[in-house]
């Protein structure tokens, strides 16, 4: 059994290690350094860096490296060793304050969406300090920023950190008229982290499965999920042992892994940390997803991440658990007075307020060729946005809508004039686990990003739109106070949620109605990441970003053209693996078979000329009908894919892949797929979800 106090955080250079090893006024000049965002000075920087050393060197690290979080979504590091030549033979180790703080990776193959070219390949990574270092693989990993030699963000961090200081400044700005500014406010995060364990034996036999990440065929099991008897069920011994190396490893990175359990499908789990800022949230969440991967080959497994790795059953998501607090106090939590309440309801208001404003963004910020497959395919949220706020909040704001009296789930009548607010309770009501946007008791619950996304992008998007709208409200009450500012407050209130009220759905985002009510409430609904993209690039869009110092204009555009880069060279991938296999591995065992079949029937036929051969016949016919259709089916897809590949303008290949290639895709395999219920198993090329799910 893990000793749980000994190992959490063991390997983390968190605030006690600092606190222990730094001398106090050090310590002191750090923290402040890091409350106020301030560049560490050099002096300082060195006397960090020796205690990270020194401290790394006896936990076995050797090396060290700029952990950062370039555009393609992932993370990637540079070891240098901490060894020094000396001259004569010997060697000592060595990390100065400028190596701590800068780093200067080669960042010429890193995607940067136009911003350089390939042949200007400085870039540069910068300590960030609000993320503890930690040590991986005898490695310490120093989180960090990356940007260009001029200047431009090239990662998902830099932007992240951006709108939290826009958030927290501005949310500053209306506690002020609370009596409570001058905190240092940050958004929190809790993910969820959903996944896939298969057998690597099985793995090694898709080529689909490797190169993709997703089965790109496979019939239906003949058991899904429909008894739903592996929800919350036992866990298999050799995955409950894999589940406690991870959760071992995630401890002593300081990764508060507190649940774990069987998801819905067979095969698939999920893990759940306790929340935690949300910059440290996000890195913890990648270390987590690189943890669940590498640890998985320990127990002759591989944990599959792809948002959707089987057809017909469910996918993977990643629960986006965000609220805003300074100190113990949430800001997305009913408060115990009226005073708190309004409080309360000003920040509920803006969020709803900046979700209706920014709807699209944020359907784009999950927008990727893996979740299309998963949102609005009854197992996740639909496509739409939408707020979730239940009956106890729903009825508040229809009462403040509406000039009516609240009554609470109590049956107590409640006053919402300016001298009397609800005391409201928090979770009483039940979860919509169909919302995008769901209100849970003191945080909101985003269900739309996909199992492999790093959410610094959703997250960024939320607290700058968040940010404007807190701006909004607090210029509007400049120079109020007292009863004339709660008049005002709960007027302003008022207006937003008449305004917005069309983003508020309590209902099923199952029922086919809902489309039908969004469309005519004016609500998005784009279904695939093309069409969802092009509202990053939207004058709206640039403005709010460049607002609050975010992005630059430059800075949008390059994502958006690496978003779609990612996208193309996603689906032109899966195409070419479809295609290979189609020729290389389906056609000929379907021939074999056939001709196995066709061999049988001949045979039959000289032994016995008289025999009733229908069936046989029949049997074979469809093969040789299924053969015809899976060439015209294959044919079809290798047009539509040169087509969309010869494109030059990306937002048109893009569009010409979502609307050509991928139903060209389903369709070649909606023949495939026929072919492998009715062919002999021993024939049949590759592992098949019968196979695959139902490991022992």
């Known amino acids: 059994m893990s000793d749980i106090e000994a190992i959490y955080g063991s390997m983390v250079f968190n605030d006690a290690v600092m606190e222990d090893r730094l001398p106090s006024d050090t310590y002191a000049e750090l923290s402040h350094t890091i409350k106020e965002g301030k560049p560490l000075n050099i002096e300082l920087a060195n006397a960090v860096a020796h205690a990270m050393k020194e401290w790394a060197i006896e936990n076995g690290a050797t090396h060290y490296t700029h952990w950062f979080q370039p555009l393609s979504g992932i993370t990637s590091e540079k070891h240098d060793s901490f060894m020094e030549p000396v001259g004569d033979g010997r060697a000592i180790t060595k990390f100065r304050g400028k190596e701590l703080i800068q780093g200067e990776p080669d960042a010429s193959s890193f995607p940067n969406g136009g911003l350089r070219a390939t042949f200007e390949a400085r870039g540069y990574t910068a300590w960030d300090p609000t993320s503890y270092a930690f040590i991986k693989d005898e490695v310490l990993c120093i989180p960090t920023a990356f940007c260009s030699y001029t200047g431009e963000a090239l ?63 496979g019939a239906a099991p003949c058991k899904g999920q429909e008894l739903e008897e592996h929800y919350f069920g036992a866990i298999r011994p050799t995955v409950n042992e894999y589940m406690k190396e991870l959760d ?32 440290r949230a996000i890195d913890e969440n990648l270390l987590t997803m690189e943890k669940m991967k590498l640890l998985a080959s320990h127990h002759g497994l591989v944990c599959l991440q792809h948002e959707k790795p089987f057809e017909g059953i469910n996918g993977s998501g990643k629960h986006n658990n965000w609220s805003i607090s300074y100190g113990k106090t949430n800001l997305l939590e009913p408060g ?26 944020l359907r784009m910020s999950v927008a990727s060729a893996g979740n299309d497959h998963r949102l609005g395919a009854n197992e996740a949220p639909p496509a739409i946005i939408s707020i979730f706020l239940g009956d106890e909040l729903g009825a508040i704001v229809e009462a403040l809508i509406n000039d009516r009296p609240y009554k609470s789930a109590e049956r107590v ?81 008022k207006q937003v949620l008449t305004d917005h009220q069309r983003i508020v759905f309590n209902g099923n985002g199952y029922g086919d109605e809902w489309p039908i009510e969004a469309e005519r409430r004016g609500l998005a609904n784009h279904k695939n990441t093309a069409e969802a993209l092009p509202c990053f690039v939207d004058q709206k869009s640039i403005d ?73 016949e029949e049997l074979l016919q469809r093969f040789l009908d299924g053969l015809k259709a899976t060439n ?13 590949e010869a494109i030059e303008d990306s937002q048109e290949q893009a569009n010409a892949y979502a609307a050509k290639v991928v139903p060209a895709m389903e369709a070649l395999r909606a023949e495939v797929d026929a072919l492998e219920c009715i062919t002999d198993h021993g024939y049949w090329p590759v592992p098949t979800y019968n196979d695959i799910l139902f490991y022992v």
């Open 155 to 217: 990662d998902k961090k830099t932007p992240l950190l951006r709108s939290m200081k826009a958030i927290s400044d501005q949310a500053n700005r209306v506690l002020e008229f609370f009596g409570e500014g001058g905190h240092h406010i940050i958004t929190t995060v809790g993910s969820e982290q959903e996944y896939f364990l298969i057998s690597e034996k099985d793995y090694a036999r898709r080529q689909d499965l490797m190169l993709t990440g997703r089965t790109l065929f």
């Open 248 to 279: 071992d490893e995630l401890w002593k990175l300081g990764v508060a892994a507190k649940t774990k359990h069987n998801e819905v499908a067979p095969c698939q789990h999920e893990l759940a940390p306790i929340f935690t800022n949300a910059n």
């Open 632 to 644: 015209v089916a294959y044919n079809a897809l290798k047009e539509e894919h040169a087509a969309a």
């Open 413 to 493: 009548a409640m006053d919402l004039g300016v001298d009397v607010l609800p005391n409201f309770l928090k979770d009483n009501t039940d979860r919509n686990r169909t919302s995008p946007f769901a209100f849970t008791g003191n945080k909101f619950e985003f269900r739309m990003p996909g199992s492999q996304v790093n959410l610094s992008d959703c997250n960024m998007i939320l607290n700058t739109a968040m940010a404007k709208s807190l701006k909004s409200f607090a210029d509007a009450m400049q120079g109020l106070e007292g009863a004339d500012f709660e008049a005002a407050a709960l007027k302003y209130i």
């Open 336 to 361: 115990e007075s009226p005073a708190d309440n309004l409080r309360f309801l000003v920040f509920l208001t803006c969020v709803i307020e900046s979700v209706d404003e920014y709807q699209e963004l």
């Open 544 to 616: 709010l970003f460049a607002e609050f110092g975010i992005l630059s204009e430059d800075e949008v555009r390059s994502r958006y053209e690496v978003k779609l880069d990612k996208y193309t060279k996603t689906l032109n991938i899966e195409a070419n693996v479809m295609e290979r296999m189609v020729r290389r591995n389906y056609i000929p065992a379907i021939n074999a078979y056939a001709t196995k079949i066709a061999k049988g029937i001949t045979a039959v036929k000289e032994a016995l000329p008289s025999a009733d051969l229908a069936d046989q």
